[in-house]
């Protein structure tokens, strides 16, 4: 620990403020940010996902995702460990994502319930914050 000892009152503001700010630079710098809030507005749901299956190339493309953590959930469904999710190409990334989905069965009414999509269909509007 450092003492600064000085009767100059400017002076000691001066290192009170360059302190304060070295620590909100390390604790900023610290936070792991995975989230899109203006993707995350459109979604029902929002998952930090990890891609499991990659399927072959199709018109509409069937993932299966582990879910690592739910961050947003206004579906009132209930989220299992793992969930589909249809995307158009290019589809999701390899590794973890942060995935913004809606039901898939409120797009397509007559199929079946507990399949998720993309929001807008593919990852430039439902993925983010890939990690591989």
Request: include cysteine.
């Amino acid at each position: 620990m450092i003492f600064i000892v000085s009767r100059d009152a400017r002076t000691m503001k001066s290192i009170l403020l360059a302190t304060l700010l070295g620590l909100a630079v390390v604790a900023c710098g610290a936070t792991d940010d995975v989230l899109n809030t203006n993707l995350a507005q459109k979604a029902e749901l929002v998952v930090r996902a990890k891609t499991l299956y990659a399927p072959k190339e199709t018109a509409y493309l069937w993932y299966e995702v582990e879910v690592l953590k739910v961050i947003k959930d206004e579906s009132g469904v209930k989220v299992g460990a793992k969930l589909q999710v249809a995307a158009r190409r290019p589809g999701l990334p390899e590794g973890e994502s942060t995935l913004y989905l809606e039901r898939y069965d409120k797009i397509h009414p007559g199929t079946p319930k507990g399949r998720w999509r993309l929001v807008g269909g593919d990852a430039a509007t439902g993925a983010s914050h890939n990690k591989k």
